[in-house]
């Protein structure tokens, strides 16, 4: 049973940084693709950045290029987002999704998701 469990988010003011984690169990990182999404009230979920966990290969939305980073940690299983440069608009519950696949921005592509956690920037 794959697991993703997210970590991180807070409430910070605008100009802030987080760091967000993805622990997985059930699922090895270095195997497919892992995913971060965003998914701000009333609006669609959004690809926010992605990594080919088997070469560390990347992509970013253009509104986050230059302020965000995601990368791997094989030997904890985990995927970090780090925030940075934080604007009042990055606020959202942000997710994480992984499937075994090639990168993809449709949230459709992706087998398993983790419950969220909240990103709040104040102006």
């Known amino acids: 049973q794959v697991q993703l469990v997210e970590s991180g988010g807070d409430s910070v003011q605008a100009g802030g940084s987080l760091r967000l984690s993805c622990e997985a169990s059930?699922?090895?990182?270095?195997?497919?693709?892992m995913a971060w999404f965003r998914q701000p009230p009333e609006k669609e979920r959004e690809a926010v950045a992605g990594i080919w966990t088997v070469d560390g290969s990347t992509y970013y939305a253009d509104s986050v290029k230059g302020r965000f980073t995601i990368s791997q940690d094989n030997a904890k299983n985990t995927v970090y987002l780090q925030l940075s440069s934080l604007k009042p608009e990055d606020t959202s519950m942000y997710y994480c999704?992984?499937?075994?696949?090639?990168?993809?921005?449709?949230?459709?592509?992706?087998?398993?998701w983790g419950q969220g956690t909240q990103v709040t920037v104040s102006s």
């Open positions: 059930g699922y090895t990182i270095g195997t497919g693709c």
């Open positions: 999704a992984a499937h075994i696949g090639l990168c993809s921005r449709a949230p459709d592509d992706y087998n398993y």
